[in-house]
């Protein structure tokens, strides 16, 4: 059983376009995350969810719009999509947030090429 | 300004030698220090640990040390084999918001 899963894999689409990636865990934690892991390799916190709430919302341009359905599912939806955008999209869960030192637990990534 | 500092470089190791990986930071105070495996194409994965008020912390072959004066970790992997090979990256997390902090990752490679 997959415990954090994405979709797509892989997405290649062009400037302008508007996509979606999904992202679910099974694993009946709180709060989830989005992370963008850019070509150096560094993992930037982008969004995260506890509970359905958006907790922590990174400075990242407003064409990027999480959406939290419930406490397993965040969905990242992104308008207008520029070269830039270009880069590996995690999703993550942990526990909970708070008392620190959460474990996260992370998704199989989704390659985002924008041509 | 505030840096998190993992050797860019690639670490050469011989197979059954101590694989030894810094992660020094600056300007920051974190509650606690995380390390995680990347294997390539895939997410990371979470191996320990380790507090602020705690010096070291072993798992099976892999020993984590914290020195919050000199800010850096170390993380050991003692008889290393060509399956540990992989980037290995580390976190902070902030008392303030929970929020962890990622170094870029050292990528170690066991030769047999």
């Known amino acids: 059983d997959t415990a954090v899963s994405q979709t797509p894999k892989y997405l290649v689409t062009q400037m302008g376009n508007d996509k979606s990636i999904k992202c679910e865990q099974n694993?009946?934690?709180?709060?989830m995350y989005w992370y963008k892991q850019d070509s150096k390799k560094f993992l930037k916190i982008m969004f995260s969810?506890?509970?359905?709430?958006?907790?922590i919302n990174e400075t990242v341009p407003n064409r990027f719009s999480p959406k939290s359905p419930d406490k397993a599912h965040l969905n990242l939806h992104i308008n207008s999509l520029e070269l830039g955008d270009s880069a590996v999209y995690f999703c993550?869960?942990?526990?909970?947030?708070?008392?620190?030192?959460?474990?996260?637990?992370f998704g199989p990534g989704t390659r985002l090429l924008v041509l | 300004s505030q840096k998190i500092e993992q050797n860019s470089e690639a670490l050469n190791i011989q197979e059954g030698k101590t694989a030894t990986l810094t992660c020094n930071y600056t300007?920051?105070?974190?509650?606690?220090l995380q390390w995680y495996r990347q294997d390539p194409g895939r997410g990371p994965v979470f191996l320990l640990l380790?507090?602020?008020n705690e010096k070291e912390k072993r798992k099976e072959r892999l020993k984590v040390t914290f020195d919050t004066t000199l800010k850096q970790s170390l993380f050991h992997i003692t008889a290393s084999q060509p399956a540990d090979s992989a980037t290995y990256l580390c976190?902070?997390?902030?008392?303030?918001?929970?929020?962890?902090?990622w170094g870029a990752g050292t990528k170690l490679i066991i030769k047999p």
């Open positions: 993550a869960s942990s526990q909970a947030l708070g008392a620190g030192g959460e474990t996260q637990y």
């Open positions: 694993l009946g934690h709180d709060t």
């Open positions: 969810y506890n509970n359905k709430e958006l907790i």
């Open positions: 300007n920051y105070s974190p509650a606690y």
């Open positions: 380790i507090r602020e």
């Open positions: 976190a902070l997390v902030m008392d303030s918001n929970y929020q962890l902090i």
